[in-house]
Structure formats: C-alpha cells, structure tokens
T-cell receptor, first 116, second 113 residues
Framework: ETGVTQTPRHLVMGMTNKKSLKCEQH?????MYWYKQSAKKPLELMFV???????ENNSVPSRFSPECPNSSHLFLHLHTLQPEDSALYLC???????????????FGPGTRLTVL | AQSVSQHNHHVILSEAASLELGCNYS??????LFWYVQYPGQHLQLLLK??????LVKGIKGFEAEFIKSKFSFNLRKPSVQWSDTAEYFC???????????FGGGTRLMVKP
C-alpha cells in the first residue's frame, strides 16, 4: 500500500461525456503528477503540480484539464475524448516542493479508462 | 530529443538464474536514471536511481544497476532471481533540470519456479 489512491479504478465513457479522475495522497507530499500509460507505448508524463501550482504541462491536449485544489488531491477532468485516449492513467506524488521529477515518486494503482 | 529504450520486451528465466535487463538512453548533458518495478497487482515503485558518484548503484531486493557513460547504458542486474521477482521493469531517465522524465517501454520478466 503506497498511500496514493485513485478513483475510479475503471471508467468507460463516450466521446461526448465529461468525467473526472481523482487522486489522493496520504503521505504528506508536496508534488503530484499525472501519467498516461497506453498499450504498447512507454509511460508518458502529462502534468506536474508542486504546492498546488502547475509546474509542467508536457504538450497535453486541452481535452485533459488538471486541477490541484490542495497538496493532497489531484484531479484530471476529461471532456470530448477520443478512442486513442483509452489508457491507464497513473497518479504519483513526491515529497519535494520543487516538483522535480527526479524526486522519488510514489504511484497509485491507476484508473483504466476506455473511451468508446 | 531524449529517449530511453529497453532492449527486451519479455524475459523468461528459471529461479537462481542471473538477470541483466538492458537500458539505453539518449540525452544531452547530465542525466539521472531510474529503474522502477511493477509487481503483479501492485503499484509502480522505485527500485533504484543514479544521479552521480559511484556508477554502480544498489537498490532494494538485491538489485543493482551500472551506469556506463561511454555506452549510454544503465543495465539492471541481479545475480540470482527468485519467483517473486516476476514483474514488469521500467527504466527511466530525467534531465538535470528535473522537468522531463522519459520512460522506456518496459520489460516483462517471468521467473519460473
């Protein structure tokens, strides 16, 4: 048990739907991350937040909208997704305040998203 | 552009065999390298990392990795694998600014009892 939880664990949505993924960390960390893991593609870093401020956005389409209301919670709001957005979305957190990806990250179990 | 590649997608070994998983990176400047592991049904977790200093890095569960700058490699090794090492292993690299992290495609290891 890593102390990072994600809900829901599985999500099926249509292309016109709006949904949100939630991540919560119970480790007292200051930085949080969203990753995308597609079939047959390497894990991709999407967003980095440190102390609730976005530090990095790695050229992610605007149909993905992150939100970090506090250092324990991170959301990924989804709207008008495409079938190719189907993937496992992983959340992670780290202790440092800089949001450097070199800090040791603790991962959640992921949300398996299917876009129909 | 930075990249990380893992040579083997699937590896099958018998218990007590030695393990070496390949990882090559393509980066400019200082590089920080990691190995992550995901056991079946568990979360991705850090095995070991290299930032600087001794190029031979020891991690958890008897794993080690060697940074060879001239070969742009950071191979993961374990002298004697156990059935419990069955997992997927990911190599990753980050730039020195710490704002870009690139993962390799992963290697699935199966250890037969």
């Amino acid at each position: 048990e890593t102390g990072v939880t994600q809900t829901p664990r599985h999500l099926v949505m249509g292309m016109t739907n709006k949904k949100s993924l939630k991540c919560e960390q119970h480790l007292g960390h200051n930085a949080m991350y969203w990753y995308k893991q597609s079939a047959k593609k390497p894990l991709e870093l999407m967003f980095v937040y440190s102390l609730e401020e976005r530090v990095e956005n790695n050229s992610v389409p605007s149909r993905f909208s992150p939100e970090c209301p506090n250092s324990s919670h991170l959301f990924l709001h989804l709207h008008t997704l495409q079938p190719e957005d189907s993937a496992l979305y992983l959340c992670a957190s780290s202790q440092g305040t800089s949001g450097r990806v070199t800090d040791t990250q603790y991962f959640g179990p992921g949300t398996r998203l299917t876009v129909l | 552009a930075q990249s990380v590649s893992q040579h083997n997608h699937h590896v099958i070994l018998s218990e007590a065999a030695s393990l070496e998983l390949g990882c090559n990176y393509s980066y400019g400047g200082t590089v920080n390298l990691f190995w992550y592991v995901q056991y079946p049904g568990q979360h991705l977790q850090l095995l070991l990392k290299y930032f600087s200093g001794d190029p031979l890095v020891k991690g958890i569960k008897g794993f080690e990795a060697e940074f060879i700058k001239s070969k742009f490699s950071f191979n993961l090794r374990k002298p004697s694998v156990q059935w419990s090492d069955t997992a997927e292993y990911f190599c990753a690299g980050a730039n020195n600014a710490g704002n870009m992290l690139t993962f390799g495609g992963g290697t699935r290891l199966m250890v037969k009892p």
